[in-house]
């Protein structure tokens, strides 16, 4: 059971620290201070009896108790937020057409758009899944009413941005040979990620070769888990029982931070509103 003092506000702050991989952030995303974040994941902790994160180089993974605790937390904010939405909902329809990166769609946003489904039933959601250069293309020729990108190649002012820290990743029981060029795991041209991964190691003058190339971020992921190479990944695509996170080192740079931008038309309908609100919820 539960403890009665585990209220959604924990709650809350414990599924942002979990999504954004890194306490300042999370915080700062929540409205709290760092320190504050900090004091809530310990106290949670204490109030579960449970380790529920461990601390990486740069930022916080959840332990395998974690992660069982997460879909449960998720679970409980999404009907909560739910059951608010619905009896403040005011009726919507129309159809809203929203394109998104894997990377981005494999982690919080089906829960937010799912919510949103079931709030507003009349809206009819066209959601597009693919890489940066496929979508880009599509809101160029007007044929998407919300997107989320890399701002590199996108003229428009975002409605929102934010950073995304990006780990460097490798199979459990995988041990990079530190004699020999890294085996790398990396999506196809044109990625922002690749290219960011190649200047990094340029710059740390560490040798690399190209081991497996898809444009699949569950072919990656399954990749990295068989031990074929290294990785670039956000922390909602490190699966923690098959992938580690490889400490900083000598051979080894920080980890990459990239950049995503939530844009919009400057004309739009209530729906579109309502589905980027949504949106900006669960990526909060």
């Given amino acids: 059971m539960i403890p009665a003092a585990v209220d959604l506000d924990l709650l809350r702050a414990f599924v942002a620290a979990c999504r954004i991989g890194n306490l300042s952030r999370a915080a700062e995303a929540t409205g709290r201070t760092q320190s504050a974040m900090s004091m809530q994941m310990r106290r949670l902790e204490g109030l579960l009896g449970k380790k529920l994160l461990r601390r990486t180089g740069r930022g916080v993974l959840p332990t395998a108790e974690g992660e069982v605790f997460l879909g449960y937390a ?38 937010a758009l799912g919510q949103f489904h079931r709030i507003h039933p009349d809206v009819s959601l066209d959601i597009i899944v693919d890489n940066t250069a496929a979508i880009g293309p599509l809101w160029q020729q007007g044929r998407l009413d919300i997107m989320i990108a ?21 199979g459990l029981d995988h041990a990079p040979d530190t004699a020999r060029p890294l085996d790398l795991v990396v999506f196809p041209e044109p990625c922002t990620w690749r290219r960011r991964m190649f200047e990094i190691l340029a710059e740390a003058g560490v040798d690399h070769r190209i081991a497996f190339t898809s444009p699949s971020v569950a072919a990656v992921q399954a990749a990295v888990e068989n031990g074929l190479g290294i990785a670039l990944l956000t922390p909602e695509c490190i699966r923690v029982p098959l992938m580690r996170v490889l400490p900083r080192s000598q051979t080894m740079p920080p980890p990459v931070i990239v950049q995503y931008g939530l844009y919009a038309r400057a004309t739009r309908t209530p729906a579109v509103d309502e589905a980027i609100r949504a949106l900006m919820s669960g990526l909060r």
């Fill in 74 to 111: 998720s679970r409980i904010l999404t009907l909560g937020d739910e059951a608010a939405a619905r009896l403040r909902q005011i009726p919507l329809a129309g159809t809203v057409t929203i394109g998104l990166p894997e990377e981005v769609a494999l982690a919080s946003l089906p829960s």
């Fill in 150 to 170: 890399n701002p590199s190649g996108v003229p428009d002012d975002a409605v929102a941005s934010w950073s995304v820290e990006l780990q460097w990743v490798c």
